[in-house]
C-alpha cells in the first residue's frame, strides 16, 4: 500500500498544483479508503503467513504459522536486533505498525487510536527489561508477546473475534471466498 501511494505521489507530481486537481486527489483517497485499509489487511495476513513450516522462501518455519490462514499464536523473525543493544529492526517497525492498522481498521479505528501498539509495548518492554527480555511475556492492545533473543517475535491474538475476522478480511481480499 505504501508502495501504491508513492507511485500516486509520483503521477501525480507532474499535475498542475491547483484547488481542483487537490481535491480530486483526495475524493480519490477517501473513496477508496476501504479497499485501501483491506489491502493491509492482506499485505499483514501475507507478513504474518510467509513463514509456516512447510515454506521453501525462509529457511526456518514454525508449526504455529500456516500458509492459508493466520493461527492464533504467530512467529515472526528478525523483529528483534541484538547487535548492539536490544532495539526492534528498523524495517520491522513499518511491518508491526502495518499489523496494527489492519487491526484498528477492522475495529473501525485509526492506528492513533489505539493504546499499545505493538512496537509501544515492545518499547516499553525493552526499557524495563534491557538484555533480560527473552521470553517474557508483555501485551498489546490486541496481541500477548514475548520476544526472544534469535530475533523471533511471538503473537497470540487476544480477542478470537478479531481473529476470525481478520483472517475472512484477508481471505477475501484474496478472493478466497
Known amino acids: 500500500v505504501r508502495n501504491e501511494m508513492h507511485n ?9 498544483f491547483s484547488e481542483g486537481n487537490i ?4 475524493e480519490t483517497l477517501f473513496l ?20 509456516h513450516k512447510e515454506n521453501r522462501v525462509y529457511v526456518e518455519g514454525w508449526k ?20 548492539w543493544r536490544s532495539s526492534i529492526h528498523y524495517e520491522s517497525k513499518y511491518m508491526l505498525d502495518d499489523i496494527d ?13 489505539v493504546p499499545a501498539t505493538i512496537v509501544q509495548s515492545i518499547e516499553a518492554m525493552l526499557k524495563d527489561a534491557h538484555f533480560g527480555f ?11 508477546m514475548r520476544a526472544y533473543l534469535k530475533g523471533t517475535l511471538h503473537l497470540k491474538f487476544k480477542d ?17 471466498l
Open 23 to 26: 481535491a480530486a486527489l483526495l
Open 8 to 16: 500516486l505521489q509520483n503521477d501525480n507530481s507532474r499535475m498542475a
Open 134 to 144: 527473552s521470553g517474557v511475556l508483555f501485551e498489546s492492545t490486541y496481541f500477548e
Open 101 to 113: 492498522r489492519g487491526m484498528a481498521f477492522l475495529e473501525g479505528k485509526k492506528l492513533e487510536d
Open 64 to 83: 504455529t504459522n500456516d500458509a492459508w490462514r493466520v493461527n492464533q499464536r504467530v512467529v515472526l523473525p528478525g523483529v528483534m536486533d541484538n547487535r
Open 160 to 176: 478470537k473475534a478479531l481473529w476470525e475476522r481478520f483472517n475472512l478480511t484477508a481471505a477475501e481480499g484474496k478472493n478466497w
Open 32 to 51: 477508496n479508503r476501504g479497499t485501501i485499509m483491506k489491502q493491509c489487511v492482506v499485505e499483514a495476513f501475507d507478513k504474518m503467513t510467509r513463514y
